[in-house]
């Protein structure tokens, strides 16, 4: 799109990444309140702020040294209280299987923390080089930081025809081609699924377990859609809840990082950037390494006190109650019709199905393009998806992710077989969604017809 | 100290950081009224912040996706127009000299920004390692630093005897001793000095943008105190202003990346984690090569928009200049009367000695300690300062940085020969301050009359 140049559209809706703020979601009121107050402590002199609001904010000040949001926090680990209250909403959370406040780690995003931990996992060089057991299709994100931390990704296939299960056969299959390439040394799950919006169940869980212990391999395990599973039928189940549950041997032998973030469904808050990692059973001494690791750096303060709100919501009598869980109500309701809505709407366009999301806040349909839109994008050199997705932008204004990032070929990550797919994130508000709809309907027709 | 351990002190003094908020030094208001505004917008609904405060946080609204911060930037080196405002601070600073937006690089604090280059820079194995000429002393993370990205550190010595200048006939002698031992290719700055508090004129910036360019050498610049100048005798002057008014050919070819961060001593801000740097003279490749790097992530919005108030701060005739100067006073103000009078106390001391900081937050005083001490550190196999360090925060709750961190030897990093060295930071409430050097006095003469 050139600068200043006239477009049939008055608005662009990006789509494409899983920031529901971009396209106008509201943030949760009691969270952006808390933060205000703590950066802002003259708010807390009146009583313009609900009161659980104002306790809050006291409370997380004390925890900051010298009672300011502007002091570094004493490790690179982050706050001890809120490393304790993270411990406490994952003990919660899973029933009573103790998380330990010393296991958690804060870092300025998810993905400094999985930067940090392929790092601590990369080495060696051809075939001694490290490599990563990854699903296809994956975070967008993935990838390159895999390559980015010089490891091997060592794809292996999610099933569509099943709702994008994973399958054990295949995690076997894909170990064996590593043979004289690799050594793999650990396996990325995204649980449920970004972006194939797939709710793993127990079983499955027990077997990758099991497979991991047989093979040695280090569990990282992203779960930050876990606030987010529509419907009824399936129900989140953390790696750590079971694994700690099986039982010795795996549960004191079995490595396991499991990811999460301020970029759930009900948060939102991707510009903050916030994220942690829990890790279990992980050496003491490289424990200890990341505490000193200073590449890593002390994470920063506000994204903490997110975290730890997060973790530890408003309760039934706080001022906040209310309203905080109107609030949350309204992102699970917007999200599951949206995702039902687009699923159906998707499924009703010629050339194009969807797997119907069990989880998260993306869609990943299959775009069954015509030949002629496939060799164009040959004779380009670029992915035919990547062209839908560009052409889309150029003609309608919206940006919706080419699924082929989410699932590059292992060995040259540029080139790839795989189907082609689209990225969208249909945590939006359903007037916005309606018009990304509206806009790839005329956009897809209009390019079936041009082709056929 | 064991927990719950009775201690003659009711409170523990941290001056071991440059963290001004954790002993006291109070935010200024105007950035936290505007983040805490941009946070929840609600505050901009009725008059109780002043006006400008509100029209600013409406101005970076606008700029933030979606209209919140809670949306990721677009691209990995940060917000456009926060770019640009930081560009215009630097061309008024530098009395016109131009800086272009798209040289600058937002980061999570200055130390990620850092580590950014310094994983860029690095390279090679033995004799083709790539070196990095480092100023002894430096600021205390920057060896650790250099050990992660896998560099060799080749130490320059500042002269103590002058105040802690550069000498450029020490930079050549440091460079002749690399040869064979690894490949040097950039020498880091501090300016004005961490820890030393010295402000380099421009003669020698001249001399060493020289060096840099006869050596193909990547300048280094760390400049966070460049806000603090003490005293009238001295004036900051950029490297980048040196380096483009030198003319072609310096101007043209000379690699230089200049840092700075939320961590000055006016903002004080280290909890927010709040960087960036411009990067002048870069292959176009390896600056392309940054915008898409995974591990840096995109960095997080408030520290952005923090840094484009420090850049742009209110003006006279805005509702809050009055109260913003005199806050921005009542620093400078604090901050050289406890240098001067820190300096003083320091040199009032039996076998202690401190040059007078001409900049920045901290003091760097030489111990000339009895040999007892240094006996019993060699026994313990700890460095004499840690050893001073750690008994002075035992016996009277005061904690001050060991110097030998700030000045490792290159080789081998935990031996040094240098001579032992504390670091204090005086930006602190005056109080505060002399509680420090009070108890710092008695441990003092209490360590020496036990020794001698
Ligand atoms: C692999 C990966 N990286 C990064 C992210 C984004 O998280 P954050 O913004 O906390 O880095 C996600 C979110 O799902 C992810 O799966
Ligand atoms: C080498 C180095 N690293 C890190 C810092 C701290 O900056 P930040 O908190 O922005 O990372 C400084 C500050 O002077 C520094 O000199």
Redesign the interface.
Known sequence: VQQGEQKPFERVY?VS?G?P????MP?L?FI??V???C??P??LKDD?LPVDVRQRARTLLDV???G??????LTYSGIPLIQKTIAEFITRRDGGVESKPENIIFS??L??AL?LVLHLLSGGEGQTRTGVLTPVPCPH?LP??LD??HLEQVSYQLLEEQGWALDLAELHRALRTTRGRCETRAIYISNPGNPTGHVQDRKTIEEVIRFAASESLVLLVEEVFQDSVLGQEKRFVSYRKVLLEMGEPYSKRVELVSLHSLCTAGM??????GGYMEVINMDPAVREFIN????S???????QLALGVMASPPSPGDSSYETFMQEVLHVERTLSHNARRACEFLNGLPRMSCVPAEAGIFLYPRLDLPLGITEQAQMLGVEPDVLFCQRFLEEEGVCVGPGCENGQDDDNFHIRSAKPTALICVLAPPAALEEVLTRLRSFHLRLLSSCC
């Open positions: 990006d990444s920031d703020h971009r396209v106008g943030p009121t952006r309140q933060l205000a107050a950066l802002y003259d708010l313009s900051c040294e010298g300011s949001v502007g002091s570094y926090s300025s995003g993905e400094r930067s994100t390159m930081q980015e931390a939102g808050e991707c510009g903050l950037r000193i690791l200073p590449c750096g002390s994470p920063p303060i506000l994204p």
